[in-house]
């Protein structure tokens, strides 16, 4: 693999910590801003809906440069945020650094994945997307449990000043590392409107929100549960969440050759995996062995549909890469905000904590179905002709 891959990787890192750090600081920073859990959840969906809202935007607005320069001013748009996020004095302040930081997100995913899918051979391009979402994936292994422990041990603003620190040095290896292509040709904007055509893209589109719903249900309140119901320790919840990162990892790595190899099946198999550990977790999460076991398979099974997602939307949409790429990543985050709604939603109903892991279950469940409808349709169009 290309070192250029290595420097995605490293802006992938500090832009997956920086989105997913939160949920295990998310009791600190509620009652730093004297705001409810829900409440804070909401900051997790701001960024979400920032890139949802955002990734098309500045995927159009940058269609015309380079993709080099594209990645790197993205990159210091994430340092500018981190930093207001640093220096978040209120609720709504941090909510607005939120939502800036969030504006480099879709479209640097979106862009980075053509990048890197560039960089290699055709029949490894899963393979290359998924080495560059490791970096996402190592963000949970060692940013997340890091960042959190630095926030309880610094004050949670100590974890966004350390995320800018990375950023800087992921733009200085953008920079040397990635190569410049001269030959790139110019974005047509019609040309990349014309792409969103056809029933395949947007059903590939809703299968990402669905998955992303399904995830971040769970995830976006997972230090609660932990804490709440398992009775692991706020130091505690650090270890669990390193434990999941490495489960997300090896998720990661496995989609990305398995959908090399198959990916209808490959995505079917996922969704039901997701479904099934999601619901024993809802059993499970009253006893702190069963709970780690069955967070560890979750964690792996959801993040081996990130490449292969990934490599089905742009199969869809290969006339305009830059943009169903990017449209990807902001249907990603358009779950994340739905799941992180949901999640509060089951909470604010007083389901109880148990009932958010059924929740996750039932959206992953809406996702296999959404797969066999989209695969379904291809092998119908097979036969026909």
């Known amino acids: 693999m290309p070192v250029s891959l290595l420097a995605l990787a490293l802006s992938a890192f500090a832009i997956g910590t920086t989105e997913f750090v939160i949920m295990g600081l998310l009791p600190d920073v509620a009652g730093d801003l004297q705001v409810s859990i829900p409440a804070a959840g909401w900051l997790i969906s701001g960024y979400a809906l920032g890139v949802a809202i955002g990734a098309p935007i500045m995927a159009l607005l940058t269609a015309r440069l380079p993709r080099k320069k594209t990645l790197l001013l993205l990159m210091a748009i994430f340092i500018v945020g981190n930093v207001m996020c640093a220096l978040g004095y209120s609720y709504g302040f941090l909510m607005l650094a939120r939502i800036i930081t969030a504006l480099c997100h879709g479209a640097f995913f979106g862009i980075g994945a053509v990048v890197a899918a560039n960089l290699v051979a055709p029949n490894r391009r899963a393979s290359a997307v998924a080495l560059m979402f490791t970096g996402l994936t190592l963000a949970n292994v060692l940013g997340v449990p890091l960042g959190t422990a630095l926030g309880q041990a610094l004050g949670w603003r100590s974890t966004f000043w350390a995320v800018a620190l990375i950023g800087v ?43 992303a719903a399904s995830m971040f249900t769970l995830f976006t309140y997972i230090a609660p549960l932990l804490t709440e119901v398992t009775g692991v320790s706020p130091q505690g919840v650090s270890w669990t969440l390193l434990l999941m990162g490495v489960g997300l990892t090896l998720g990661n790595i496995l989609g990305g050759r398995l959908a090399d190899w198959r990916l209808g ?3 079917a198999g996922i969704f039901l995996s997701i479904a099934l550990f999601a619901a024993l977790f809802s059993w499970t999460s009253g006893a702190l062995i069963p709970a780690e076991i069955t967070l560890f398979l979750w964690a792996a099974a959801s993040f081996a549909a990130v490449p292969a997602l990934q490599i089905n939307v742009v199969t869809y949409g290969k006339k305009a890469p830059n943009l169903i790429s990017t449209l990807n990543i902001a249907a990603f985050n358009l779950g994340n905000a739905l799941g992180a709604w949901l999640g509060g939603l089951v909470i604010a109903r007083g389901l109880g904590l148990t009932a958010v892991p059924l929740a996750a279950a039932a959206m992953a469940l809406a996702g296999l179905l959404l797969c066999l409808i989209t695969f379904g349709r291809v092998r119908r169009r097979a036969a026909g002709q």
């Open 169 to 211: 040095a992921a733009l200085l290896a953008l920079y040397s590392k990635l190569p410049t292509v001269n030959d790139e040709a110019p974005t047509e904007l019609k040309k990349e409107l014309a792409a969103l055509r056809g029933a395949g893209v947007w059903l590939s589109l809703s299968m990402t929100v669905v998955f």
């Open 265 to 267: 099946v490959t995505l």
